[in-house]
């Protein structure tokens, strides 16, 4: 059992390459979730999907785009990298849905190194 | 901004003490997480306080929450050095927004053998 997998674990781009970060859980989760992780800012959430065909914005969701592409899949792509998005990022993803209520507990991927020079 | 500070930023201590980390936080929640982080991993739920909850145990962990001060701490007794890693408190401020969590800073926790 897997989990949350994302690929690729690391990454180099130059400024205004694009990009796709992608998210796979095999755990029949509803919600997804896109978090980058800066020195000193904890975690920050991008994106998040809380069913199937459903996107949200986050806290720091410029520059990045989503897509929900089924239920497993869950993908961050950068259309022109800058700088300022040299981070960590990882997929989160969760069993509540869209209309579910109670505690959220978020299981984490790896996480996805990325360098924009 | 972020909802959870953290406090200390940085706790060194040796194997067999225990650790004290703090969480504030500004708005109301529904309920309140910490999680885990070896380096160079993912973040791992380490345990869950609700707001009517007061007190919670699970193994060598133990989280208060005080929703008047909006604060919870955890404490890790009789820590190991594996125990060595960051640890993150989340907030969930229920109703609509159940599903986003914001996380605290982290506090950075050394356990020397």
Redesign the interface.
């Known amino acids: 059992n897997a989990g949350?997998t994302q690929t690729p674990k690391f990454q180099v781009l130059k400024t205004g390459q694009s990009m796709t970060l992608q998210c796979a859980q095999d755990m029949n989760h509803n919600?997804m979730?896109w978090?980058r992780q800066d020195p000193?800012?904890?975690?920050?959430?991008i994106y998040?999907s809380?069913s199937e065909g459903t996107t949200d914005k986050?806290?720091v969701p410029n520059g990045y785009n989503v897509s929900r592409l089924n239920k497993r899949e869950f993908s961050l792509r950068l259309e022109s990298a800058a700088p300022s998005q040299t981070s960590v990022y990882?997929c989160?993803s969760?069993v509540?849905g869209a209309t579910?209520?109670?505690?959220?507990?978020?299981?984490?991927?790896?996480?996805s190194r990325l360098t924009v020079l | 901004s972020q909802q959870g500070e953290e406090d200390p930023q940085a706790l060194s201590i040796q194997e067999g003490e225990n650790a004290t980390m703090n969480c504030s936080y500004k708005t109301s929640i529904n309920n309140l997480q910490w999680y885990r982080q070896n380096s160079g991993r993912g973040l791992v739920h380490l345990i869950l306080i609700r707001s009517n909850e007061r007190e919670k145990h699970s193994g060598r962990l133990r989280v208060t929450l005080d929703t008047s001060k909006k604060s919870s701490s955890l404490l890790i007794t009789a820590s190991r050095a594996a125990d060595t890693a960051s640890y993150f408190c989340a907030t969930s401020a229920g109703g609509t927004s159940y599903g986003k969590l914001t996380f605290g800073q982290g506090t950075i926790l050394t356990v020397h053998p």
């Open positions: 949350v919600s979730y978090y000193g800012m904890g975690l920050r959430l998040y809380a986050g806290e990882f989160a969760s509540l579910s209520s109670g505690a959220n507990v978020l299981t984490f991927g790896a996480g």
